[in-house]
C-alpha cells in the first residue's frame, strides 16, 4: 500500500498543448473527417488508455491543434514518438502546465471536427483559415476552451477504400459492424455448402 501512495505522489498530471503540420495531402472524400486523421483517433483511442491520456484532437487547413492531459512522462513518451511520426512537421509545444486533475476525463481522444464555432473563433482572431502558429497565448486558450467546450463529432464519418464508410468516433460502431460482417460470412459460407451438398446429390 505504501508503494502505491508513493508511485500516486510523484505522478505528475500536466496539460500541453501542441501543433503540428500535416505531411499529407487532403484526400477531398465526401466526410468529415480525413482517412488519415480517422486512423490517427482510433491509434489514439487504442493506445492511450494504457498510457493514462486524455485529450482533445482539431484539424483544419492541414493543420493539427492537440491537448493532451495526464503523467508528465507518458506525455513526454507521446511527444518522442509523434516527433518520430512521418505524419507530422513542424511539431511545437504551445504550452505545458500542471494539472490537478484532467478536464477530457472519458475522453482518451475527443475529436471536434470543423464547426461554425471555429469559423466564429477564427474571425475574432482576424484569420481566414485554421492555422495555429499563428496563434498568441490567449487565442491558444480560447480554443482549448472550445475544444473543451464543443461536444464530440459523433457522426463523423470516414472513407475506406471502395467509398464505404465508417463512424471515427463509435468503437461500439466498429465491434457492430465486425459483428455483423461475420454473420454475413458464416450465413455466407453455410450457403456455399449447402449449395455443393446439392449439386453432390443431383
Known amino acids: 500500500m505504501h508503494g502505491q501512495c ?8 500536466e496539460r500541453i498543448v501542441y501543433i503540428s503540420r500535416a505531411t499529407f495531402a487532403s484526400a477531398n472524400v465526401a466526410s468529415l473527417v480525413e ?16 498510457r493514462g491520456l486524455v485529450g482533445a484532437l ?13 503523467d508528465a512522462a507518458a506525455i513526454d513518451a507521446l511527444l518522442a514518438a509523434l516527433r518520430r511520426d ?4 513542424a511539431l511545437k509545444v504551445l504550452s505545458r502546465t500542471p494539472i490537478d486533475q ?17 469559423k466564429r473563433l477564427l474571425a475574432s482572431f482576424g484569420h481566414t ?10 487565442q491558444m486558450a480560447e480554443m482549448v476552451a472550445l475544444l473543451q467546450a464543443r461536444p464530440e463529432a459523433t457522426e463523423a464519418r470516414v472513407s475506406r477504400p471502395g467509398g464505404t464508410t465508417r463512424p471515427a468516433s463509435a468503437d461500439q460502431a466498429s ?5 455483423q460482417a461475420l454473420v454475413l460470412s458464416v ?15 443431383s
Open 86 to 89: 512521418p505524419r507530422h512537421q
Open 102 to 118: 484532467p478536464t477530457f476525463a472519458g475522453w482518451s481522444m475527443k475529436y471536434v471536427a470543423a464547426s461554425e464555432d471555429v
Open 35 to 50: 482517412p488519415e486523421i480517422g486512423r490517427i483517433l482510433m491509434q489514439s483511442r487504442r493506445n492511450n488508455p494504457a
Open 129 to 138: 483559415r485554421f492555422d495555429p502558429y499563428r496563434f498568441d497565448d490567449a
Open 175 to 179: 465491434t457492430r459492424i465486425a459483428h
Open 58 to 70: 482539431y484539424y483544419g487547413d492541414g493543420h493539427f491543434f492537440q491537448v493532451l492531459e495526464g
Open 6 to 13: 508513493t508511485e500516486i505522489a510523484m505522478s505528475r498530471l
Open 187 to 201: 450465413a455466407a459460407l453455410a450457403l456455399a455448402l449447402l449449395a455443393i451438398v446439392l449439386a453432390l446429390r
